[in-house]
């Protein structure tokens, strides 16, 4: 495996959108690399090669490498709100020019512990690995555990959306997985040496 030469995490660096809509309303979108798609407010409807996925409020999913049709669907205050951080390719996972399957399979593990919370028992399974074996490449591949990188990542993005918009701090600590309001306060303290709240106001100085 090759190690990836980042700062634990591929968010701080990308680029970041902010979509919103009154009325439903359809797009297109081609990515070469991956969207992670946070849906804040409403729901969306994401259509490519026949196969339908539907995110809803206070979740996200990850648009990998292709073209996909979005209808955005509001909620009943006639909103739809959601934040996607584009990344390249290489950012998520250390591309080469021909990945193996064992590649393939880290590939949509990765994906998939970002989309949900899922065990790293799960992960290795995906893997068909281990739990020690996935456990030592991941961090040969990231140089930080699972569980570390997951938790940076989930910060990482929460960040992100904190700079863009204010939902309420329920539906952030929802959408990045945490078990309480409070937990992803204390752990977003200690990662950014302030509070969600002061965080936003710090890009957002007039609201």
Same mark, same amino acid.
């Given at each position: 495996?090759?190690?990836?030469?980042?700062?634990?995490?591929?968010?701080?660096?990308?680029?970041?959108?902010?979509?919103?809509?009154?009325?439903?309303?359809?797009?297109?979108?081609?990515?070469?690399?991956?969207?992670?798609?946070?849906?804040l407010?409403?729901?969306?409807?994401?259509?490519?090669?026949?196969?339908?996925?539907?995110?809803?409020?206070?979740?996200?999913? /990850?648009?990998?490498?292709?073209?996909?049709?979005?209808?955005?669907?509001?909620?009943?205050?006639?909103?739809?709100?959601?934040?996607?951080?584009?990344?390249?390719?290489?950012?998520?996972?250390?591309?080469?020019?021909?990945l193996?399957?064992?590649?393939?399979?880290?590939?949509?593990?990765?994906?998939?512990?970002?989309?949900?919370?899922?065990?790293?028992?799960?992960?290795?399974?995906?893997c068909?690995?281990?739990?020690?074996?996935?456990?030592?490449?991941?961090?040969?591949?990231?140089?930080?555990?699972?569980?570390?990188?997951?938790?940076?990542?989930?910060?990482?993005?929460?960040?992100?959306?904190?700079?863009?918009?204010?939902?309420p701090?329920?539906?952030?600590?929802?959408?990045?997985?945490?078990v309480? /309001?409070?937990?992803?306060?204390?752990?977003?303290?200690?990662?950014?040496?302030?509070?969600?709240?002061?965080?936003?106001?710090?890009?957002?100085?007039?609201?």
């Amino acid at each position: 495996m090759i190690r990836a030469n980042r700062d634990i995490t591929p968010i701080r660096n990308s680029v970041v959108e902010y979509i919103s809509s009154s009325e439903d309303k359809t797009a297109y979108r081609s990515t070469m690399g991956y969207d992670i798609v946070c849906v804040l407010r409403g729901s969306l409807r994401i259509q490519a090669e026949g196969r339908t996925v539907v995110v809803e409020a206070c979740k996200m999913h /990850v648009l990998r490498r292709g073209s996909y049709e979005l209808k955005m669907l509001v909620d009943s205050s006639h909103s739809f709100e959601a934040i996607v951080i584009v990344l390249d390719e290489s950012d998520m996972f250390c591309r080469v020019s021909t990945l193996s399957r064992a590649d393939e399979l880290f590939e949509d593990a990765l994906l998939q512990g970002v989309e949900g919370r899922v065990s790293n028992d799960d992960l290795a399974d995906i893997c068909c690995l281990s739990i020690s074996t996935f456990k030592r490449r991941f961090r040969d591949r990231y140089s930080a555990s699972p569980h570390r990188w997951f938790l940076h990542l989930k910060l990482d993005i929460a960040e992100q959306i904190l700079r863009q918009a204010r939902p309420p701090m329920r539906d952030i600590a929802l959408l990045c997985g945490f078990v309480n /309001v409070s937990h992803f306060i204390s752990t977003f303290r200690r990662r950014f040496c302030t509070t969600p709240t002061r965080h936003h106001l710090r890009y957002n100085p007039k609201e």
